[in-house]
């Protein structure tokens, strides 16, 4: 390959309309030679631009369903579409280099410099090297690397949270249609994960990937899943609904159960106070504390505990929109059998 010549495989994104494709599988199986059935049938869309999060007890099939999708694993029955296209007619090989994969402990190449291995697949794509170069450094510096102070060091250089960004920036660095993480930040302590997850929320506001993540942590689901996906032995789909939802609203015993007795306390932080939970404000409201619309139920709550009042004056754009009382804010906690 001429690795000095320009290819038009990856066009460079363009701010208005960063390029993501929707991933849709249809009636999706897998069954592995040994005759395991690790996913049935499974249907379901992820929205280009979305991330949708795969939950579920081990060994239910969600990194054979993620690995369906880049075709590491070749289903044995159904459909999965990238945008329009089916990837089974697709080579696999240009497949992954299209779609960023991310996974536990990040499998960076050891003996490769951090910015060598953010390039790997530009370089593949056969880009100039001044352009890899460029976009490597820029890649690291989105995911809040210096490329000065980073890029020549070596994976074993780098903490546990830095070669996770590196695996992060490397994935996206030939500008994939499609981001897969499979459990990205399971290796990295509680502290450390939060605020990646933190970085992660910002990065992807940027971004807009489409992205599909498996993790084992529920609340790293709600934190980061604009819907998420909740998956029974087999691939079962038992419930794919806004984290809100699959908190407030289990549609199923074992969503319920899988999403336990703290899930009054996970739905508060994700659901927003809105219009239609207030009574109307006050004529003088002056003295009750506050906080915008659109805020948590949790954060209204705090706010009620931390002034001592059993109800908030909500505002929208600095003006009162309404009150909002106790009960109302507990209501999302509640709304569950
Ligand atoms: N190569 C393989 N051959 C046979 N069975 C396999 C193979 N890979 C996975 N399986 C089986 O398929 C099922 C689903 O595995 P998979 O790794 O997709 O689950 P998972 O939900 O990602 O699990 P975990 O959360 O533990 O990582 C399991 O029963 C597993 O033992």
Same mark, same amino acid.
């Given at each position: 390959m001429d690795v000095t010549s320009e290819t038009p495989i990856s066009a460079e994104p363009d701010g208005a309309h960063p390029r993501a494709a929707s991933i849709t599988l249809e009636g999706v199986g897998k069954r592995y030679?040994? +005759?395991? =059935? !690790?996913? *049935?049938e499974l249907s379901l869309e992820v929205r280009a631009g979305e991330l949708t999060v795969l939950i579920g007890p @081990? $060994?239910? $099939?969600k990194s054979t369903v993620l690995r369906m999708i880049n075709r590491l694993v070749e289903p044995t029955g159904g459909r999965i579409l990238l945008g329009d296209e089916d990837?089974? *007619?697709?080579d696999p090989v240009a497949l992954r280099r299209r779609i960023g994969y991310v996974i536990q402990n990040?499998?960076? &190449? /050891? #003996?490769?410099?951090v910015l060598a291995n953010v390039g790997t697949v530009p370089r593949l794509l056969g880009w100039s090297r001044d352009r890899v170069r460029r976009r490597s450094a820029e890649l690291l510096e989105l995911v809040g690397l210096d490329p000065k102070q980073f $890029?020549? *060091?070596? /994976? #074993? =250089?780098?903490?546990g949270g830095q070669r996770q960004r590196v695996g992060v920036a490397r994935a996206l660095a030939a500008d994939p249609v499609v981001l897969l993480m499979d459990e /990205? &930040? @399971? %290796?990295?302590d509680p502290i450390v994960r939060t605020r990646l997850q933190e970085e992660f929320l910002r990065l992807q506001a940027d971004v807009r990937k489409t992205i599909v993540l498996v993790t084992h942590d529920l609340d790293e689901a709600v934190r980061l899943g604009d819907r998420i996906a909740v998956l029974s032995e087999? +691939? *079962?789909?038992e419930q794919y609904d806004s984290p809100a939802a699959v908190l +407030? !609203?289990? %549609? @199923?015993g074992f969503v319920r159960q899988f999403v336990g007795a703290d899930r009054g306390i996970r739905a508060l932080a994700v659901t927003p106070v809105t219009a239609e939970a207030l009574d109307p404000a006050p004529a003088d409201p002056a003295g009750l504390p506050e906080v915008a619309l659109g805020s948590s139920a949790y954060d209204a709550l705090a706010v009620m505990l931390t002034s001592g009042a059993d109800r908030v004056l909500v505002t929208a754009g600095g003006r009162p929109a309404g009150l909002l009382t106790r009960e109302r804010a507990l209501a999302p906690a509640q709304r569950q059998g």
């Amino acid at each position: 390959m001429d690795v000095t010549s320009e290819t038009p495989i990856s066009a460079e994104p363009d701010g208005a309309h960063p390029r993501a494709a929707s991933i849709t599988l249809e009636g999706v199986g897998k069954r592995y030679p040994d +005759g395991t =059935e !690790a996913v *049935r049938e499974l249907s379901l869309e992820v929205r280009a631009g979305e991330l949708t999060v795969l939950i579920g007890p @081990s $060994g239910c $099939g969600k990194s054979t369903v993620l690995r369906m999708i880049n075709r590491l694993v070749e289903p044995t029955g159904g459909r999965i579409l990238l945008g329009d296209e089916d990837v089974t *007619r697709v080579d696999p090989v240009a497949l992954r280099r299209r779609i960023g994969y991310v996974i536990q402990n990040v499998g960076l &190449f /050891p #003996h490769q410099t951090v910015l060598a291995n953010v390039g790997t697949v530009p370089r593949l794509l056969g880009w100039s090297r001044d352009r890899v170069r460029r976009r490597s450094a820029e890649l690291l510096e989105l995911v809040g690397l210096d490329p000065k102070q980073f $890029g020549r *060091r070596y /994976p #074993h =250089e780098l903490s546990g949270g830095q070669r996770q960004r590196v695996g992060v920036a490397r994935a996206l660095a030939a500008d994939p249609v499609v981001l897969l993480m499979d459990e /990205p &930040f @399971s %290796a990295v302590d509680p502290i450390v994960r939060t605020r990646l997850q933190e970085e992660f929320l910002r990065l992807q506001a940027d971004v807009r990937k489409t992205i599909v993540l498996v993790t084992h942590d529920l609340d790293e689901a709600v934190r980061l899943g604009d819907r998420i996906a909740v998956l029974s032995e087999g +691939g *079962r789909l038992e419930q794919y609904d806004s984290p809100a939802a699959v908190l +407030g !609203a289990p %549609a @199923s015993g074992f969503v319920r159960q899988f999403v336990g007795a703290d899930r009054g306390i996970r739905a508060l932080a994700v659901t927003p106070v809105t219009a239609e939970a207030l009574d109307p404000a006050p004529a003088d409201p002056a003295g009750l504390p506050e906080v915008a619309l659109g805020s948590s139920a949790y954060d209204a709550l705090a706010v009620m505990l931390t002034s001592g009042a059993d109800r908030v004056l909500v505002t929208a754009g600095g003006r009162p929109a309404g009150l909002l009382t106790r009960e109302r804010a507990l209501a999302p906690a509640q709304r569950q059998g």
